[in-house]
């Protein structure tokens, strides 16, 4: 448990129609109010985009990846020039993830040992072993707010007992976590794993709970499994989770994926989605989303989309299409950052409605509004 000033996580109000709660969470670097997203800065950096630009969307947390930072430009690096806040400029909270996720969907040959995961780095080749104790000092040196634990994550579909070993093994990695943080200004985040199993799952929460993080992740999830699926296992996981406690959805995901996570009792998020399609000219619009590069955008002299405060909303369609086609870096950037306000945006709207005790209205308007989309 750590000792940042205050209680981890307050609930300030909960939806009268569905589970959406709205929470204070305090970490070293200020609060975040929940449900919040999480842009991903991988390498150090939401990618093209400077900090005070993030500010500006009204992200009040990042992401950032202990398996690239461990590979590039290795984690005593970072602390020997200040910790990854000074290092990349952002004086906001920041969670780490812990490299799970990436040793099963990046590294090369990786080999799961109880001991820990060993691999090939996707830099250079070179072996590369991950332990829970040694995440855990990667996390440390980074100086994240959020450190999250080393877990086994499998494949979806996968053979029962395949998707057992790997949560048994996992709680036990946790545990080894647990032993290893030091860092008072740091909360440690459990993850929950077990498939979709039920009953592996509801296992795994009550060994995690039992040995006490300060947050709960649920993991194992948006890699492959249809959205229903994801769903159901939400409709077990995210309830039996501590209510006082924050509850993580990583790597999810798209903005309905987000509103019916929220409706489930989930507080925060994660997605590449953002930040990734709008490198590739997709921008998100309350309309639904938009290919920038489509000829029909070539004269057109709106913003990508109207109603939206962003920077990036001050330019035409035509003008980024214009960046797009000329290959010209300032168009990655720009949709990159409305995608980012676009996701704030609608949290900041979840928001409004837990507030206002009507988050399953505006859950079904937009169920209505983005079902003839694929947002
Ligand atoms: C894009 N989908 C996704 N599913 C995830 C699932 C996990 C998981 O189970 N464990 C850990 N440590 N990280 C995860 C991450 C990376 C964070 O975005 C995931 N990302
Ligand atoms: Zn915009």
Redesign the pocket.
Known sequence: MSTVGGEIFSVVRTDSQTLARCGILRTAHGIVHTPAFMP?GTQATIKGLLPHLVEGTGTEII?S?TYHLLLRPKPETVAALGGLHRFMGWHKPILT??????VF?LAQLTRIEERGAVFRSHLDGSLVELTPERAIEVQELLGSDIA????H?VALPNERSVIEDAMERSLRWAERCQKAHQRKDQWLFG?V?GGLEPDLRLRCVEELVQMGFDGY?I?????GEPPAEMYRILDVVAPSLPAERPRYL????RPIDLLEAIARGVDLF???MPTRNGRNAMAFTEAGPLRMRNACHERDPRPMDPTCPCLACTFSRGYIRHLFMAREMLGPILVSLHNIAFYQRLLRQARAAIEAGSFGDFLEEKRATWSRTTM
């Not at 993830?97 to 990436?102: A, C, M, N, R, V």
């Not at 993991?219 to 890699?223: A, R, T």
């Not at 990583?250 to 995901?253: I, L, P």
């Open positions: 991903v992401l990846n993830d812990s490299g799970g996720f990436q969907s999250m634990v080393l877990d994550v993850i794993q992740a993991g194992g999830l948006s890699v990583m790597g999810v995901g994660d997605c590449v």
